[in-house]
């Protein structure tokens, strides 16, 4: 079982559905209505406890369900008050059952019935892995708990899991699940897509997700849609509405540069040099004319550009690309204080 949600004349509503195997899918079935509250069907008895009114049970079973307990708990706990669920956390956590090997019917579901695309939702939101190349080595034992699920239980689950991202993943978190660093042959595709064609990235994510909104495998059991499905119009927006390569980004990758490049060369001075606006200027190759009338964005793409070409993993000189990032970070200062 599994807790769905719909948006009805502007109202959120919550459902208990369940998957169910029907000529050979997983297909999904509603067994019940929660309304728009479904902390209502919580009973807090006294103390650090609470239960689940019987009406649920009582509801699920004339639907033809077996409920067990201990799942309808996790269906509510997200409704349970916080100072409940703040007390008994550490109860529930220790009661957490191990899992067993894999059985042979979970293996065959992950290594045929499970489309690639949701393989790689659940790779990226697991473990933040941009480049999806080396996915086939993955265990499908990493899967499990995508196995015997319907779509619309899936996207259900991905839509969950979706909620612990920030928005500035959003972009690289489609990027990555649409592989589309595989449309380009350039080395920074697997780590830094923000220097790639904006133009042929904004393309290929539309050839991608039309593709899959028309894709027999991934609808399988759910019935295609004719237009872009809701499940997916929300990539949609993720993409665009949050641009790839924001600024957070290429400062994690710059001192993640500086991490490895301490540790095959030593440490080297961080000391800032005095360098003028026309030197900064120079080294970025921006005279003072067009540097006094240039945006912050418009640099920051300026040096992005740069420093593709200049980074020493792709056979750029080392000093010669510090000396461009502390270049871009004193006229970027510059800029944000009104200096130039």
């Not at 019935?113 to 996915?135: F, I, M």
């Amino acid at each position: 079982m599994y807790l769905a949600q719909k948006v009805i004349s502007g109202e959120r509503h919550y459902f208990i559905r369940e998957s169910v195997h029907r000529d050979g899918v997983y297909v999904s079935r509603e067994l019940m209505s929660l309304g728009t509250d479904p902390s209502g069907y919580l009973v807090y008895p006294g103390g650090r406890s609470f239960y689940i009114h019987e009406q649920v049970e009582e509801c699920l079973a004339r639907s033809g369900a077996d409920p067990d307990y201990d799942e309808l708990e996790e269906l509510f706990w997200p409704f349970v008050r916080p100072d409940i669920r703040h007390s008994i956390q550490g109860f529930r956590s220790r009661g957490r059952k191990r899992f067993s090997e894999l059985t042979r019917q979970e293996e065959d579901f992950i290594a045929n019935h499970l489309h690639p695309v949701d393989r790689r939702r659940y790779n990226y939101l697991r473990t933040g892995e941009l480049d999806q190349s080396k996915q086939a080595a993955i265990s499908y034992k990493f899967y499990r708990s995508l196995a015997f699920k319907s779509r619309d239980e899936l996207e259900h689950r991905f839509m969950d899991m979706e909620k612990e991202l920030e928005p500035d993943e959003f972009s690289l978190y489609v990027y990555s699940f649409l592989y589309l660093r595989r449309h380009f042959s350039e080395i920074i595709a697997g780590k830094m897509p923000q220097g790639l064609d904006p133009e042929k990235l904004d393309r290929l994510f539309l050839e991608e997700l039309c593709g899959l909104n028309r894709d027999d495998l991934f609808w399988k059991g759910a019935g295609k849609p004719e237009d872009l499905h809701p499940y997916l119009l929300r990539y949609v927006i993720m993409f665009f509405d949050h641009p790839l390569g924001s600024e957070s980004f290429m400062q994690d990758h710059l001192r993640d540069f500086f991490a490895r490049t301490r540790r095959r060369f030593g440490d080297f001075p961080v000391k800032k040099p005095d360098l003028s606006p026309d030197e900064a200027g120079r080294i970025m190759g921006i005279s003072s004319a067009i540097l006094s009338s240039m945006s912050q964005r418009e640099l920051t793409r300026i040096y992005r550009g740069l420093a593709m070409k200049m980074h020493p993993d792709r056979g750029g000189d080392h000093d010669q690309f510090i000396r461009l990032t502390q270049a871009y970070k004193m006229l970027l200062s510059k800029k944000t204080t009104g200096g130039i």
